[in-house]
């Protein structure tokens, strides 16, 4: 461990001091977006660096080291380091400074005492980062879920902070980095239409506590990294960044998840209503066209291993006949007038009341935005906009954001969490509207405490559950018991069709071996665990072959460990 | 406070409108008996104030209290299960 703090923290500061020798290079001569730039290099790098790792075999702590070790001495000899310099004092209100460290703190927190809990995380986002972690290089083997081969844009960030410990314990940190860059892109986008600092620095912070954002930033899910990047779009639209600049967020967007690019157009029609506004242009164009090609091969480069691997670049979406399987998971393809329709009519007229269950991680039948956005926000921007035409300009570009995605994406119970970037328009005009009128600060004083209250947990779970997770010892942490996957200290083979939490299965530290049948019938299981010298097995599958399975069991072949675990006798 | 006889703009007239097709399309939707709670009729109804309003002082009262109702409609909702994540009823 303590090696791995050494190699993590040589190699971290490598990074992070290139990120600022690049960042000299490209920042524009307006400083406002330059915060925001520096948290895209960084991201960039850092999945830059375990993408090379992992293609080449060294995502190990000592080769990351070593390589972190010799940058960060051939940038102290060039005096990189000299050309640091610290942020200035940002002007911020005493309130709204303390709501924001008092996040932040909570954040911090929430990283050291959360392990992995959502379902979707520990099924199919992560067995892929602890294959990568347990081989030291990218697998063909991501685990059983039939979303595994998604675009894993989020998880090479999430990597970053578990490959040098060995260990998941700083795993949420990647989020964290996310949230970050939310705040700022939602303080530049402030500043961009017309907001001083202080009301801007206000809307980046209420932005942050927006539940479902705030929850996934903790939570290893990647729908707050997608609205992070695609507010980071709006952003620099609206502050008029140079084109190449925007290739940044463009190429980690599609890298993390396809739904980031349904919000685009909406950012298109505002840069064409904006086209006669000059380009703020960055120090170097040459530089920042290509960091911006770099970033694209990052977030591209899954388009082409799904491709040369499935044969299509957008696996597992596919149109056309699907196996039952696939209609379990399916995934729309293209636009569906059906879909706005249902969609939008869910959101605004049951979604939006978040009525239905407590904030959780995936906004399961709450659409996740507040108490803020829904009340004194949805007024504000009515308010606000009427008499801002740059405001109205960009409520437009939300608006047509909002709807193209629900335009591509199907209705379910957790569609609203691909809108995570649209309460940032409320969180805007709600920080305007409290300059302007004095008691409106009470209302967002006591919509941010109630927000801030409601998320101390994600809701999903029985808090009992939590905090018994959060009590146990930082080595050990894992959600694997009230998620009903308690794994033994014994390698375990995996035979589901149904989605699995099977990163739990890992532990925390990576040190359990796992392996998945595919492609074997229920007959041939004994044979295959004794043919890989295992004896115990998981299973989660469908009914129908249960029963077939369940024959073995009174055979004696295997006998029952506990719910979902068999063992070969 | 409200000036009937003021000729209103095109802009204005289409905002008008815009209000008045949202209040019908959640009359369309929605019982007649639920209107009061629903978010996008209580948002149009302000919506048309904000057009024949314009006193700063009426609009600030006007706005905070909305807000202030809109608060308890969502947290109506909402409350209870905030409370169970600190021991109340599930």
């Not at chain 1, 685990?143 to 960030?157: I, K, M, N, R």
């Not at chain 1, 044969?311 to 569906?336: A, M, N, R």
């Not at chain 2, 209103?8 to 929605?30: G, H, K, M, Y």
Request: overall charge positive.
């Amino acid at each position: 461990m303590i090696e791995g703090l050494l190699w993590m923290a040589l190699a971290h500061g490598a990074v992070l001091l290139a990120s600022h020798a690049v960042l000299r290079r490209i920042r524009t001569e307006n400083p406002l977006p330059n915060g925001v730039l520096f948290v895209l290099i960084h991201l960039l790098l850092v999945s830059g660096v375990v993408l090379v790792a992992g293609l080449t075999g060294f995502l190990r702590p000592r080769p990351l080291g070593l390589f972190g070790a010799v940058l960060l001495a051939a940038l102290l000899l060039l005096r990189e380091h000299r050309e640091l310099r610290l942020p200035a004092r940002p002007d911020v209100g005493r309130a709204t400074a303390a709501l924001a460290a008092l996040i932040g703190l909570r954040l911090l927190l929430q990283v050291w005492f959360f392990a992995p809990f959502d379902g979707d995380a520990v099924s199919y986002h992560l067995p892929k980062i602890a294959e990568w972690v347990q081989r030291g290089a990218f697998t063909r083997e991501m685990g059983s879920d039939y979303c595994a081969p998604f675009p894993a844009g989020f998880e090479l960030v999430e990597t970053w902070w578990v490959v040098f410990l060995h260990h998941d314990v700083l795993i949420e940190m990647a989020g964290v980095e996310f949230a970050l860059l939310g705040f700022l892109a939602v303080r530049l986008l402030a500043e961009g239409v017309g907001l001083s600092p202080r009301p801007a620095f206000l809307a980046a912070t209420l932005y942050v506590l927006t539940p479902t954002f705030t929850l996934q930033n903790v939570a290893c899910l990647n729908d707050a990294p997608v609205a992070a990047l695609v507010l980071t779009i709006a952003a620099f639209v609206v502050t008029r960044a140079h084109p190449v600049l925007l290739l940044l967020p463009l190429g980690l967007v599609a890298g993390i998840k396809g739904t980031g690019l349904y919000a685009l157009p909406g950012w298109v029609v505002l840069a064409l209503l904006l086209r006669k506004e000059p380009f703020a242009r960055p120090a170097s164009v040459r530089w920042a066209t290509a960091l911006g090609v770099a970033a694209l091969a990052v977030g591209g480069y899954w388009y082409v291993r799904n491709f040369v691997w499935y044969g299509s670049p957008v696996y597992p979406v596919k149109s056309g006949e699907l196996s039952f399987h696939q209609q379990v998971y399916y995934i729309q393809v293209g636009p569906s007038l059906a879909s706005l329709r249902y969609s939008l009519d869910s959101l605004v007229s049951d979604l939006i009341y978040d009525r239905q269950k407590g904030f959780s991680t995936l906004g399961t039948g709450v659409s996740g935005w507040g108490i803020l956005p829904f009340s004194l926000g949805a007024l504000a921007v009515l308010h606000e906009i009427r008499g801002d035409r740059k405001l109205r300009q960009v409520a437009l570009a939300f608006l047509i954001s909002t709807l193209t995605v629900l335009l591509m994406v199907k209705t379910d119970a957790w569609f609203a969490r691909f809108l995570l970037s649209t309460p940032a328009l409320a969180c805007i005009a709600v920080a305007r509207l409290a300059g302007t009128l004095r008691p409106v600060a009470v209302i967002v004083a006591l919509g941010a405490a109630l927000q801030f209250v409601g998320t101390m947990l994600p809701q999903q779970w029985p808090p009992g559950d939590m905090v018994a997770m959060m009590r146990k010892p930082w080595r050990t942490r894992s959600a694997a018991a009230f998620v009903d996957v308690e794994p033994t200290n014994e390698p375990v083979a995996v035979y589901a069709v149904r989605r699995s939490p099977t990163y739990l299965m890992y532990g925390p530290d990576y040190s359990r071996r796992v392996e998945y049948l595919r492609d074997v019938k229920i007959a041939d299981l004994a044979d295959e665990l004794d043919r890989r010298g295992l004896r115990l097995l998981y299973l989660n599958i469908y009914q129908r072959p249960k029963y077939d399975f369940e024959a073995l069991v009174r055979r004696g072949t295997f006998g029952q460990v506990q719910r979902n675990y068999y063992r070969r006798l | 406070m409200i000036d009937w006889k003021r000729s209103i703009s095109r802009r204005q007239a289409a905002e008008v409108l815009t209000a008045i097709a949202l209040i019908l399309w959640r009359v369309w939707e929605i019982p007649l008996v639920n209107l009061w709670r629903d978010w996008i009729t209580v948002l149009a109804v302000y919506w048309g104030f904000l057009i024949f309003v314009e006193n700063p002082r009426l609009r600030g009262r006007v706005t905070l209290v909305s807000a202030a109702g809109l608060m308890l409609l969502y947290g109506w909702g909402q409350f209870p299960h905030l409370l169970s994540q600190f021991g109340g009823p599930r």
